[in-house]
């Protein structure tokens, strides 16, 4: 309980709304339903973490993604090989999947897209994120929590019980970060070689080999951060009196080359992770909804890189005890020439909004009315998704 | 065309570009460079905390109260109370310097007039000082804002006497403990001559390392420097200790502010000197200035400047016509420092576009916040300090007389450089809330930002990796 001791609720301006809200509505409303929304930042690509197998297509159009090893699911789908534990949630009835999903955004631009995903708007990203709209509107004395150095577009706004807390070590720059870095001084040999010795020096240090890509493999602590948020998130939402709704946001999703071998070590790090949060939420995990979302997805095809580029219809994730899962949400649009979108990327058949609609309202109990006009403004055509939990 | 030479007006010579800047100097970027060479442009003001700094009067009279205050020194050590004035004073130094770090840096974030700062902050490195101990700690602000600033527009030989005969310089490079050897103090207290801030002149300064100057130079101009010391309490047990039984503190001079500098004649080695071949009569209190003069005008000077000069605004290694020119300008105006800002702006050499200078820590930070806002760098945790510290540039700490070293060899190596990384990632969680690195881009770089590290920005999978890319870029890493 280090952890939450060291900045425990460092709350920014917001004791007046937790005690503004009258306490017996928290009583009588609040069953200690928690929700979990991961930010995986960067694009992940939902068709090589959940491949349709069944697909009569899938394999024409990207055989190089697909991972052989991927575990059959149902429906069709199998999920990748680095991802046992949610595998095994799934099969629990603890996971689920919604397969073809996206924002209504349909241009390819991570920060565009990710404001429009996190201010929960169609065209203009607001200052302020869906997630703060809604505590504002919240059908109980309900606060959040985000991990991470600054609050996230998601929770900011207007004044609500709102907290953040980050690893107490600043975290360090992502090796997908090094990566293009070292890609950019390409055209500066004097950083170049100075960013090298440093990389060298950094491996060293760590004891670790240097891996295929030279960087290290996993040696510095991007991937492992996946657990240590996911873990803080579990242990805000176990203690007693502690936030309802955590948010974590997770770089490095964006796989434009050596796309297997990233995913690999990202999902098996996401998976860890998530058996972390479960690990900390304890008896709690019952209660709690885990949902982990991308601004978009990724290219059907393979580009010459062995990766994938930014597409449209993604992937959603979703585990935790008080999930109805062993299913897949919303139809499968299939990967016919005529079904996707510009003739390049998977069709979304669900409205993001519909899924964190159905969350907040069957899952958390907002009333529909502000879901529709308040907390996702003019959204009454994308219908709350049913039947999560 | 005008407007890759804006850019290069307003990050090259200027401090970095603000939201705008680069459209403001797209119109004509020479004039707008040559516009800012006015002698208040350089004078630090409006500054959030400026009303918190010292001068060195302020300075040296609270020293003054506090010697007062804890009496005399006893042989058994000192006193429990003696022990906690000490600790405040120090105390009281440290967060001194600190505001003067951060105002510093505010100006240098804010100012409009980001040529005249650069120039300034230039000259502030050439006749560096540094807070090495206690007794400097409180000098180093101050000594910038009153010897350096107010003169970077006038002449080389103003600005180097304001400069050599400030406290600071004095105390920094031990003028003002150097003693003639044959006045009757130094008699009673041995060979007193130092000549540490005779050699730093010659070396440093004004001629340069290897220009030609002999050890016997050094002496001579030594000699002709004591008597300079300043006006505090310990200087003054000293000469009264020196006129015999009576041991205690004389009163300073009449009207002499407390930490002035003062010529006391009982201090100087009487005697003409020759320095450089030329003869200096026994004039006393102006003989140190008479050679100065000579010094400030002395062709190698106008090399060694040049040098420099070309040095700091077209390569690590200047082309020799860069150099000739500024040198011509240098002789030919007897060192008018106007003129030679003027001359650095129109030398073609250093408009090209490559970008051959990679920015020492203190300009990278600047520039961040010139185009990001203050909390690029004053938003870490632990402040401007932590951040200063990491990248190896605490303000008022250089290493050497010699200054913070202007070549890349100094600043590139790859620990040093994964400093940067780490702070520039850090520092892009906190600006890229709300805002946009490819916006950001065209502000701080213009047409300077190349295709390549648009698209790397441009495709970043976050904002905040887009303004991490954008900070760590090549061209916002050189200028």
Redesign the interface.
């Known amino acids: 309980m280090d952890m939450l001791h060291r900045r425990s609720f460092l709350i920014s301006g917001c004791a007046a709304s937790l005690v503004s809200l009258a306490p017996h509505a928290r009583a009588d409303t609040v069953r200690g339903q928690k929700l979990v929304v991961i930010i995986l930042r960067g694009a992940l690509d939902g068709l090589a973490a959940l491949p349709p197998l069944a697909d009569s297509d899938l394999e024409a159009l990207r055989a190089p993604l697909i991972d052989q090893k991927a575990m059959p699911l149902s429906d069709g789908f199998a999920l990748h090989s680095a991802m046992p534990g949610l595998a095994a949630m799934y099969q629990a009835g603890q996971a689920a999947f919604v397969p073809a999903v996206a924002g209504p955004y349909r241009e390819r631009s991570h920060f565009e897209a990710q404001d429009l995903l996190e201010s929960g708007q169609v065209a203009r990203v607001s200052p302020d994120g869906w997630l703060n709209r809604a505590l504002v509107r919240a059908p109980a004395a309900y606060s959040a929590v985000s991990i991470g150095p600054s609050t996230p577009l998601i929770l900011r706004g207007r004044p609500v019980s709102a907290t953040s807390w980050s690893p107490a070590a600043l975290p360090e720059p992502s090796e997908d970060t090094l990566q293009r870095l070292r890609d950019l001084y390409e055209a500066d040999p004097a950083l170049h070689s100075s960013l090298d010795a440093a990389l060298k020096a950094e491996v060293i240090a760590d004891g670790m080999t240097p891996g295929m890509s030279g960087m290290g493999g996993g040696g510095r602590a991007g991937l492992a951060q996946y657990r240590v948020q996911l873990e803080a998130a579990g242990r805000f939402l176990a203690v007693s009196g502690g936030p309802e709704i955590a948010v974590v946001g997770l770089d490095g999703w964006d796989t434009h080359t050596g796309q297997n071998q990233m995913l690999q070590q990202r999902l098996s790090a996401l998976d860890a992770g998530l058996g972390a949060l479960r690990t900390q939420l304890g008896e709690t995990w019952d209660r709690t909804v885990v949902v982990a979302v991308s601004e978009f997805g990724r290219t059907v095809g393979v580009n010459g890189g062995g990766g994938s580029d930014h597409g449209t219809g993604g992937l959603a994730m979703l585990a935790g005890g008080a999930v109805k899962g062993g299913r897949m949400f919303g139809d499968w649009p299939g990967l016919k020439p005529a079904a996707l979108f510009e003739n390049r990327d998977l069709m979304p058949v669900v409205d993001m909004r519909s899924l964190f609609k159905g969350l907040l309202g069957d899952h958390l109990g907002w009333a529909p009315a502000d879901l529709d006009s308040y907390v996702f403004e003019n959204s009454h055509a994308a219908r709350p998704l049913s039947g999560l939990v | 065309m005008s407007r890759l030479q804006a850019a290069i007006a307003v990050t090259r010579f200027g401090m970095g570009a603000r939201a705008g800047d680069i459209e403001a100097a797209s119109s004509d970027p020479r004039g707008w460079l040559e516009q800012q060479i006015r002698p208040q442009a350089a004078v630090m003001a409006g500054v959030d905390g400026m009303d918190q700094l010292q001068s060195t009067g302020d300075v040296f009279a609270a020293r003054m109260r506090d010697v007062a205050m804890s009496g005399p020194a006893s042989p058994g050590g000192a006193t429990e109370a003696q022990r906690i004035i000490q600790q405040r004073i120090q105390r009281e130094a440290r967060e001194g310097l600190q505001r003067e770090g951060e105002a510093r840096a505010r100006f240098g974030a804010a100012t409009p007039d980001a040529f005249a700062e650069r120039w300034a902050r230039f000259w502030s490195n050439h006749f560096t000082v540094a807070a090495r101990n206690g007794e400097m700690i409180g000098l180093v602000g101050p000594y910038e804002r009153e010897a350096i600033r107010p003169n970077v527009f006038s002449s080389f030989s103003r600005l180097l006497g304001q400069a050599v005969f400030h406290p600071a310089m004095l105390i920094y490079l031990d003028a003002a403990r150097s003693i003639g050897p044959s006045t009757e103090i130094g008699r009673r207290r041995g060979a007193g001559l130092n000549e540490n801030l005779a050699r730093e002149i010659l070396e440093l300064h004004t001629l340069g390392v290897g220009s030609g100057y002999s050890q016997d130079d050094v002496i001579a101009f030594a000699n002709a420097l004591t008597g300079w010391t300043v006006n505090d309490p310990r200087m003054a047990r000293l000469i009264a200790a020196g006129r015999g039984p009576a041991r205690r503190a004389s009163a300073p001079p009449a009207g002499v502010e407390p930490g002035a500098a003062i010529f006391i004649d009982r201090l100087h080695e009487p005697g003409a000197r020759v320095v450089l071949g030329r003869s200096y009569a026994d004039v006393g209190r102006e003989q140190a200035a008479l050679i100065l003069e000579d010094l400030a005008v002395h062709p190698a000077s106008a090399r060694h400047i040049a040098i420099k000069l070309a040095r700091h605004f077209v390569a690590d290694r200047p082309p020799e016509s860069a150099i000739g020119r500024l040198e011509r300008v240098f002789l030919e105006t007897r060192g008018d420092l106007s003129a030679l800002a003027r001359a650095v702006v129109h030398l073609d050499e250093a408009w090209q576009s490559e970008q051959k200078k ?1 920015k020492t820590p203190d300009e990278l930070l600047v520039s961040a916040m010139r185009a990001a806002g203050p909390q690029a760098v004053f938003g870490a ?1 632990g402040g401007m300090r932590t951040v200063y510290t990491s990248l190896a540039q605490q303000p008022f700490s250089a290493p050497s007389p010699a200054g913070w070293p202007d070549q ?1 060899e100094a600043w ?7 400093k940067r ?2 702070w ?3 520092a892009a ?2 600006i890229a ?2 805002a ?3 916006v950001f881009l065209n502000q701080a770089l213009g047409d300077l930002a ?1 295709a ?2 648009r698209q ?1 920005v ?9 303004f ?2 954008a900070l ?3 061209e916002f ?2 200028r």
């Open positions: 990679l945790a890349a590139s190596g790859g620990d040093a450089l994964m990384i780490e520039a990632d850090a969680r906190r809330r709300g946009s690195p490819v190349s390549r590290t790397a441009l495709r970043a999978e976050s904002a905040e990796q887009g991490t890319l760590m870029s090549p890493q050189r």
